[in-house]
């Protein structure tokens, strides 16, 4: 970490105005106190002066000092990954000669036969690709280019040679395998196609021809994720998807001093037999590197289009896929439920998230744990029926924040004005008392919490301006709230996290706007000014 405070030593931090949310409301303070990585009082300055005599001072004049921003559902070793390979995404080419020019550069690199990788590609944006594209570019090496959302990408032809893919060839149960016009495939791997070989948490079957990076050179990536992270005013995270090896990588980085980042962490169902075996469940860890719970998937992607709907989407006649069968999932949220576990299921679309509450209601059924509350990841599209059935489970959303700032009227016509008013649902979700977490589900959508912050309160698209859901828009105060005190409660560390109150981990985030005041269009432009882990400080502009 970076910053030369000493950690026991008292020092006391102001600025103009102080977002607290304690508990209880009443005035903010001027000031905190931090010390041992705590906050150990607020108040005045003059009254932290009096009560910690000599204790060292650091002001931030006219900035705002919120609690550290918290990302409940992220992934960090997926992106250390990606961060050492090809940057696709619509911020980054024009169209689909800027991503083949990308490619081709990178092959003229890269040694004979080895793999080119390349993620964060969005076909709405950029345009569609196919095999035959990328045989193009690279003739010589096997490709694979995963889409924005994370659930399909395109292979070439070396590449599916290497999957031992061909035109006999039968998809995983839970996948496709993309075809076109003619019933030639044309290079998607859908949903469990390319689960299976390019995420090692949640693969199945053979191995993959597809190797990762070396521990190595993922510590790159994690320390390049984690500069850019805290750059936006992150000091948590749950990174959604672990693998053991994953695990193995954050823990080398904490050994080295170079995990600078609160992680917790959802273990992909796939692992968790070990985890069970060794009696290993949620909140094993400590406040800088602890398992939240377990991760299991029902259905597809809102951005890649494959979520289970209960009415087809507006712009096809397809519903969508379930990727893991009912009596599996109900197996699933049982076996982790019955540990006294926490399971976090990915479930988009409505009649998904609807097969979900049925797992969670059966298991409270079945064996009754009070205070146990299970989350919906993502938990996309929902009605009054699913809230309420949420809230008086305890069950937590974990909602995209910024989806509809990024993909804009595009959601409209996906799924229609009438079902973009139930997506998203902060308004919704709060107003039943249902606890929300702030999430972004990087590489998926854009990791700036601020982003997400305007996406929540404006409900308009970044780049055409378009309302989605306008019915679902929260004030700024509840963003900030969702982005901390609901992702706190997500992971289960409410009690030290989300606030700026004695007691709490000294996590806060320096902004050079106070959010509840400035102009909601230009939220995502407000300056991170600093950011502090532990009373540490790990970035300053």
Known sequence: ??????????????????????????????????AGGRITATGTMAGLRERFPGAEEVDFGDAALVPGLNDAHIHLAIAAEDLLHLDLSAGAVGDVEDLLGQVRAEAARAAPGEWIRGSRYDDTKTGPLTRWDLDRAAPGHPVLVVQVAGHWGVANSAALHALRLDEGSSPPDGGELGRDADGRLDGRLVERALMNVVYPATARGDASPLRPSSPQEKLRGLARAQRQWHAAGLTSVCDALIAPEDIALLRQARARDELTLRVGMLLSIEHYAAAQALGVGSGFGDDLL?????????????????????????????????????????????TVHEDGSRIGVHANGDAAIRLVLDAFEAAHRETPRPGLRHRIEHCSVVDEDIVERMRKLGAIAVPFAGYV????????????????????????????????????????????????????VTREGMDDGAQVGA???????????????????????????????????ADFTVLG??????????????????TYVGGRRVHEA
């Not at 030593?9 to 103009?16: M, T």
């Not at 299991?296 to 209960?310: E, K, M, N, P």
């Not at 828009?473 to 996290?497: D, M, N």
Request: proline share 7%; glycine share 12%; aromatic share 8%.
């Open 405 to 456: 700032a990024y993909h804009g009227d595009a959601l409209n016509r996906w799924y229609g004005p009438d079902r973009t008013e139930r997506m998203f649902a902060h308004r919704s979700f709060l107003d039943a008392g249902v606890t929300v977490a702030g999430s972004s589900d990087y590489p998926c959508g854009p990791f700036q919490p601020l982003l997400g912050i305007q996406s929540m």
């Open 290 to 334: 602890r398992l939240v719970g377990v991760k299991a998937f029902v259905d597809g992607a809102i951005g890649g289009r494959t979520c289970l709907l209960a009415e087809p989407y507006a712009d096809s006649s397809g519903h969508g896929l379930q990727t893991t069968p009912t009596e599996e999932l109900f197996s699933q949220v049982r």
């Open 513 to 530: 706007e106070d959010l509840r005041t400035v102009d909601p269009q230009g939220i995502a432009s407000v300056p991170v000014r600093a």
């Open 471 to 505: 019915a679902q828009r929260i004030s700024p105060e509840e963003a900030l709230a969702v982005f901390t005190l609901g992702s706190a409660e997500a992971e289960g560390t409410a009690h030290v996290k989300g606030r700026l109150a004695p007691g709490f981990l």
């Open 1 to 34: 970490m970076t910053g030369g405070i000493d950690e026991l030593r008292p020092v006391l931090y102001r600025a103009a105005r102080i977002v607290s949310q304690q508990a209880g409301g009443g005035p903010e303070p001027e000031a905190i106190a931090v």
